[in-house]
């Protein structure tokens, strides 16, 4: 896993910045109800740095945005964003009261999880903080979005793959276990994120693709055949990434 905590500067540079973020919040916003007659709460988890979590509270003003993450870096980049509204906090053990929030997101965390009692402790989580009628919305499949079709995914067809924790299927087995009911789904774009061979490179070479640590022999391997492809810097399509949302019972 990626240490956060030194990827925090670079992160949104390197991840789409604010136009993936304004398609993000957007898509997740489109998922979550009003709730009428009184301010409604919303748990970012795994917040990052925050630059999603503040468009969500400015594109709702009666929202109360909350936001958590696990790397103190992240922590403050985000609380700098939000003063007063982002702690420190691990998703799988939050510091917060049974049916706390109307609203519980979590944007690019659960294929982070590779444990499945990881996957299971965050997912319960985000389920206890819900209050009931109140809407839980994932990221899932992130992996599988960066599959855009490409010559750069041909090359890496054939790379060694581990099951993904965001499968959707995997998510929505786990949510119904919880009692959390399906209520819609919404895609957004990567502004920003299509690959290029030359950036694929570095990011095999990072240990960045699964199984295929940067010491790898096969690492090189891959790396020599992306190197043979034309228009090193060219960015092939953006993928498109899927928001599922789940419902808890009244």
């Known amino acids: 896993m990626l240490d956060y905590d030194k990827e925090a500067d670079v992160y949104d540079a390197s991840r789409g910045g604010e136009p993936r973020a304004e398609a993000a919040a957007r898509a997740v916003l489109g998922l979550i109800p009003g709730v009428p007659g009184r301010p409604a709460r919303l748990l970012d988890a795994a917040c990052g740095t925050g630059i999603v979590t503040r468009r969500l509270a400015a594109a709702r003003p009666g929202l109360r945005v909350t936001g958590t993450d696990l790397a103190p870096a992240m922590v403050r980049m985000a609380g700098a964003r939000m003063p007063g509204a982002v702690l420190r906090a691990d998703s799988r053990r939050l510091p917060f009261a049974d049916a706390s929030f109307d609203a519980v997101t979590t944007v690019w965390l659960l294929h982070l999880l590779a444990e499945p009692a990881d996957l299971r402790a965050a997912l319960g989580e985000c389920a206890r903080v819900l209050r009931p009628g109140g809407v839980y919305v994932t990221t899932v499949d992130k992996a599988r979005a960066h599959d855009v079709g490409s010559d750069i995914d041909g090359v890496l067809a054939t790379r060694p793959l581990r099951p993904?924790?965001?499968?959707?299927?995997?998510?929505?087995?786990?949510?119904?276990?919880?009692?959390?009911?399906?209520?819609?789904?919404?895609?957004?774009?990567?502004?920003?994120?299509?690959?290029?061979?030359?950036?694929?490179?570095?990011?095999?070479?990072?240990?960045?693709?699964?199984?295929?640590?940067?010491?790898?022999?096969?690492?090189?391997?891959?790396?020599?055949?992306?190197?043979?492809?034309?228009?090193?810097?060219?960015?092939?399509?953006?993928?498109?990434?899927t928001l599922r949302a789940f419902r808890k019972p009244e």
């Open 164 to 241: 993904a924790p965001d499968a959707a299927g995997t998510v929505a087995a786990h949510a119904a276990g919880l009692g959390l009911v399906p209520c819609g789904e919404a895609v957004f774009p990567g502004t920003g994120q299509g690959r290029t061979p030359a950036s694929t490179i570095d990011d095999l070479r990072r240990g960045w693709f699964g199984l295929l640590r940067s010491d790898d022999p096969r690492t090189e391997a891959f790396a020599a055949r992306l190197a043979r492809l034309p228009d090193q810097h060219r960015h092939r399509p953006d993928p498109v990434f």
